[in-house]
């Protein structure tokens, strides 16, 4: 497996602090290692224990270091990180690094190293525009800080003004975006569906599956981070869809297939993660249907929406998933072929720790080429990266898979 790129980020003392936590996590969710430095002051605000736990990582805390610890911990710590973010970061380290002050350890550390620093200022609106505040952030702009925000908006201390931290999501879109982490999809425009299926019945029921939409949006949101122009074709979603990302309900089978249909010819990737209902009502009552003891629902077939747009396609990558409950392999690879996809994506169902809801999952990946890819057990959105590491290969042609393209009927 890669390293991973290691950042540091420097909380200081604003209570904005409590929302460092929140970046540490998304942070780590990019796969990058999170290596938190504290002032003191910042300990009043949150405890260095969240974010040890949270990262797994050793936090650099003020005060100078026992006996039997590393004795240059300003020196040593932030060694290899690609970039050291401050978030939030007050008006007080603002003023210490504009100046060359390093009077404890995390402005120490902040003095030693030479990596590139993006500063997310968080205070009252009077001290942001306080003039030598004004005249530090200048400062450090040419000495070639990169800042993020503040925004604009109700401060904790009761005002509204210019000097909140700017959003979680903005902060860390930006740290990616300076990181430049392998862009091998920049400008393909991936249409991914994600979630489950809503077919309604009558005004109030419906029949479900039970995707919860969380690989699918693991994977456009790397698609996202690997430079690409990603639409999220979004059926009925357990988590929340993610804000910078253009996104589409279509909770039936039938939106899904008019939406996905409209936005193909101009794709160049589709990846169908949403489990798509393969059935719906004969016909959708326009009352809600009266309890009776019992009574018969006809079902009519669904298109298969994966089917239709490889038959359409000319130059797309069609990456399809199959959730089986036995023989898991086998059948995959059949539909693989049959549907005439460039890669499926198969999971076994029958297992509850992963599959449906999890975090988690352990697929086996095949090719159009006969390749089969198992990877153990993992996150899905190292699923998402392996799956785009593929895909990113077809695009350039690395694979070979694109042999059939086009020259089929
Ligand atoms: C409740 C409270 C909230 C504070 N919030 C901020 C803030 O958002 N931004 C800021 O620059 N200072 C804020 N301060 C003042 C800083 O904590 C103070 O300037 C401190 O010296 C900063 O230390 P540090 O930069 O070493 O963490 C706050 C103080 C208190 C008591």
């Not at 060359?100 to 205070?123: E, K």
């Not at 569906?193 to 949101?221: H, L, W, Y």
């Not at 993610?242 to 039936?252: F, Q």
């Not at 798509?276 to 009502?281: E, I």
Request: net charge neutral; proline share 4%; charged share 25%.
């Amino acid at each position: 497996m890669m390293s991973k790129t290691k950042i540091v980020l420097a909380v200081t003392g604003s209570v904005a602090a409590y929302k460092s936590a929140e970046i540490a996590r998304r942070l780590m969710d990019e796969s990058l290692s999170v290596h938190v430095a504290m002032t003191a002051n910042a300990e009043k605000f949150i405890t260095p224990l969240t974010f040890a736990a949270l990262t797994g990582n050793h936090v650099l805390r003020h005060g100078y270091p026992a006996p039997g610890d590393d004795p240059m911990p300003h020196i040593t710590f932030q060694r290899g990180a690609s970039l050291i973010l401050i978030a939030p970061a007050t008006a007080n380290i603002i003023g210490k690094l504009a100046n060359g002050i390093a009077d404890d350890m995390l402005s120490s550390m902040l003095m030693a190293s030479d990596a590139p620093v993006l500063v997310a200022p968080a205070m009252n609106a009077n001290m942001y525009n306080h003039p030598s505040v004004r005249k530090n952030i200048e400062t450090l702009k040419q000495l070639g800080a990169g800042f993020i925000g503040p925004a604009t908006g109700e401060l904790a201390c009761g005002e509204t003004g210019e000097g909140k931290m700017e959003r979680v999501e903005n902060i860390v879109s930006q740290v990616l975006d300076r990181l430049d982490l392998g862009r091998d999809l920049l400008g393909r425009k991936i249409l991914v569906t994600a979630g489950g299926a809503r077919e309604p019945i009558d005004p109030v029921r419906f029949i479900g599956n039970r995707s919860s939409g969380k690989m699918g949006v693991a994977i456009a949101q790397a698609a996202a981070r690997r430079g690409a122009d990603v639409t999220l074709v979004a059926g009925a979603m357990e988590i929340p869809v993610p804000e910078d990302i253009e996104t589409i309900y279509a909770p039936t089978a039938l939106e899904m297939m008019r939406t996905v249909q409209e936005r193909f010819t101009d794709s160049d990737v589709l990846v169908m993660a949403a489990a798509v209902g393969d059935y719906r009502a004969r016909s959708v009552a326009s009352g809600k249907i009266k309890e009776k003891e019992s009574w018969d629902l006809s079902l009519v077939r669904n298109p298969d929406i994966i089917a239709k747009m490889c038959a359409l396609r000319n130059k797309q990558i069609v990456v399809g998933f199959a959730a089986e409950t036995d023989n898991a392999e086998k059948s995959g690879r059949e539909k693989l072929l049959r549907k005439n996809m460039d890669m499926i994506v198969v999971n076994d169902v029958s297992r509850d720790d992963i599959g449906f809801g999890s975090d988690y999952n352990e697929v086996v990946i095949i090719t159009r080429s006969g390749e089969t890819i198992k990877p153990q057990k993992m996150s899905k959105r190292e699923i998402g990266e392996i799956i785009l590491d593929r895909i990113a290969g077809m695009l350039t042609g690395g694979y070979g898979d694109r042999g059939l393209v086009g020259g089929r009927t």
